[in-house]
């Protein structure tokens, strides 16, 4: 791509997510741009809606989790290995009791949450953090702290996971086509900036881990191939609550970003005041003027448009009553339950696709992992519990799927007070329509000398694991379930697809969905 076309391109994003919001100056050139993207848009929308509802949640943990920590291997005697809990402890430095062994980062095989064994793997054993056992906070007691409900009673995601509403994808990471370790020490075809945050995340959100030019991601693509069968063409399908991200800009579609309250609109503008109330009327008198200049037409027009589009996405939203308890003092909870409302809203808003984008940060723990893991898990188990429960209130249940993503993992060898940048981790899979209680993917069958039967040794030192599921699978699942349903799309969301998956119309890349 040209340096022109990409700044071009990159412009008009830039410009239509503040015409969205209501509130900022456009150029001349940028309201060219928008009319064009309007009207592009405008174009191509469906006569008739698709007859269902489909939805895809994507939580990003910003800095990289320690996904070794999340899922853990037990032994068990009917196992292949049955001391895969042994191994586990012995790759990440045994136990740290506060006074003996300090640096390590194994949990106590005690202290996990078992969980069922998953059926797809038969005679493994495996448990979770404890903090994934939390539920919604809806309580206090007497010194006015949260009461966490079924602390280590299997509530929060270990209840989800056995009640067959999620399941764990596990060694996941960018990849440009399937690696081993020769592969590795030859540095042939490896993601660009490989164990770099900023690379990392940007791989992962684009699908295109070979280059740093990309400008589009795989939700992005997702978006421009189904925007059509959305009915409101000034609410984009992508909402983010999170801001802007790389991962839902299109090549026509750009998220649409909201905050806890809804969509931002133009400030002070219909706020009741006396003072607002003139602003408001100066803002109307100069957008709802006839302009016979194209360029003075469109900006009117562009913004008008954007001030009326957030005022009913908001009246839409926020007037739709979530009775399933949030955690209201947790801001991911808050964010969460946003999300459900726009969901529980999706009928009203005319939209039958939608692709929502949270994050979660605090997971760059070079020292504190254990700590941090105390507190960030937790945060993690009460939003997505509620969430799931949310949408078994309003039905959506079956039409909504919400997946985890990050950086990269972090290595197994402890750095004597937390865990360094990595690559393969494991990642959470929630929804009516996953195949729940499963491991999916490839857990090595020993973290002291992971083996693949595949790709050999995975262990780049201080167990860096090579990924042997590539995040273009996981993806290609998930655009499938969505309504991709040939191998041109496919590969048009995903450029690396083929490296990893043929197309067949049948076979799911991993088998993670129903």
């Known amino acids: 791509m040209s340096k022109s076309m990409s700044e071009s391109q990159a412009s008009r994003r830039s410009i239509l997510k503040a015409a969205a919001a209501?509130?900022?100056?456009?150029?001349?050139?940028?309201?060219?741009?928008?009319?064009?993207?309007?009207?592009?848009?405008?174009?191509?929308?469906?006569?008739?809606?698709?007859?269902?509802?489909?939805?895809?949640?994507?939580?990003?943990?910003?800095?990289?989790?320690?996904?070794?920590?999340?899922?853990?291997?037990?032994?068990?005697?009917?196992?292949?290995?049955?001391?895969?809990?042994?191994?586990y402890a012995a790759s990440r430095g045994g136990y740290d009791d506060g006074t003996n062994n300090p640096g390590g980062l194994a949990l106590l095989e005690s202290d996990l949450?078992?969980?069922?064994?998953?059926?797809?793997?038969?005679?493994?054993?495996?448990?979770?953090?404890?903090?994934?056992?939390?539920?919604?906070?809806?309580?206090?007691?007497?010194n006015n702290d949260w009461i966490d409900n079924d602390l280590g009673l299997g509530g929060g995601i270990a209840k989800l996971y056995n009640a067959g509403k999620l399941s764990f994808l596990a060694n996941v990471g960018s990849l440009v086509e399937p690696t081993t370790r020769t592969d590795y020490n030859n540095r042939s075809n490896l993601p660009l900036g490989l164990f770099?945050?900023?690379?990392?995340?940007?791989?992962?959100?684009?699908?295109?881990?070979?280059?740093?030019?990309?400008?589009?991601?795989?939700?992005?693509r997702l978006a421009d191939l189904f925007n059509a069968t959305n009915l409101n063409p000034q609410v984009s399908m992508n909402i983010s609550i999170n801001g802007v991200?790389?991962?839902?800009?299109?090549?026509?579609?750009?998220?649409?970003?909201?905050?806890?309250?809804?969509?931002?609109?133009?400030?002070?503008?219909?706020?009741?005041?006396?003072?607002?109330?003139?602003?408001?009327?100066?803002?109307?008198?100069?957008?709802?003027?006839?302009?016979?200049?194209?360029?003075?037409?469109?900006f009117a027009e562009s913004h008008r448009g954007a001030i009326?589009?957030?005022?009913?996405?908001?009246?839409?939203?926020?007037?739709?009553?979530?009775?399933?308890?949030?955690?209201?003092g947790d801001s991911l909870?808050?964010?969460?339950?946003?999300?459900?409302?726009?969901?529980?809203?999706?009928s009203a808003l005319q939209q039958s696709r939608q692709v929502f984008f949270v994050s979660l940060g605090g997971f760059d723990n070079h020292s504190g992992l254990l700590p941090a893991q105390e507190r960030l898990l937790p945060q993690i188990s009460r939003a997505l519990s509620s969430f799931y429960a949310a949408m078994e209130e309003i039905g959506c249940q079956n039409d909504v799927v919400t997946f985890t993503a990050s950086d990269f993992a972090r290595t197994l060898g402890t750095n004597g007070q937390g865990s360094d940048h990595a690559w393969g981790a494991n990642h959470l899979i929630m929804g009516g329509s996953v195949d729940g209680g499963k491991v999916?993917?490839?857990?090595?069958?020993?973290?002291?000398?992971?083996?693949?039967?595949?790709?050999?040794?995975?262990?780049?030192?201080?167990?860096?694991?090579?990924?042997?599921?590539?995040?273009?699978?996981?993806?290609?699942?998930?655009?499938m379930w969505f309504g991709v349903d040939n191998a041109t799309d496919l590969k048009t969301i995903l450029p690396n697809i083929e490296s990893f998956y043929s197309y067949s119309g049948g076979q799911a890349p991993v088998g993670f969905l129903m």
């Open 22 to 87: 209501g509130c900022g100056m456009m150029t001349h050139t940028s309201v060219m741009s928008t009319l064009l993207n309007l009207q592009l848009t405008k174009a191509v929308v469906a006569d008739t809606p698709p007859s269902d509802y489909k939805a895809l949640v994507c939580l990003f943990l910003f800095g990289g989790n320690d996904a070794f920590n999340m899922l853990v291997p037990r032994n068990n005697a009917s196992s292949v290995n049955p001391a895969e809990y042994d191994d």
């Open 113 to 142: 949450l078992p969980i069922n064994d998953p059926s797809n793997l038969s005679g493994r054993s495996f448990g979770i953090h404890h903090g994934f056992g939390h539920e919604a906070r809806t309580e206090r007691d007497s």
């Open 196 to 220: 770099s945050h900023a690379d990392l995340q940007r791989h992962w959100m684009t699908g295109a881990p070979q280059t740093r030019s990309q400008i589009t991601g795989w939700g992005g």
């Open 245 to 298: 991200n790389i991962f839902q800009n299109g090549g026509a579609v750009v998220p649409y970003t909201i905050g806890e309250g809804g969509a931002t609109q133009v400030s002070n503008y219909n706020t009741g005041n006396l003072q607002n109330r003139i602003f408001s009327k100066y803002v109307d008198n100069i957008l709802d003027q006839t302009y016979s200049d194209l360029l003075e037409k469109s």
């Open 308 to 328: 009326d589009a957030a005022i009913e996405f908001n009246r839409q939203v926020n007037s739709v009553v979530i009775n399933t308890p949030f955690d209201q």
């Open 333 to 346: 909870s808050r964010r969460m339950k946003k999300i459900a409302q726009v969901v529980a809203a999706h």
């Open 440 to 479: 999916f993917g490839d857990f090595p069958m020993s973290l002291s000398s992971p083996q693949d039967p595949t790709y050999g040794n995975l262990d780049l030192g201080r167990g860096r694991l090579i990924p042997t599921t590539s995040v273009d699978e996981m993806a290609a699942e998930l655009a």
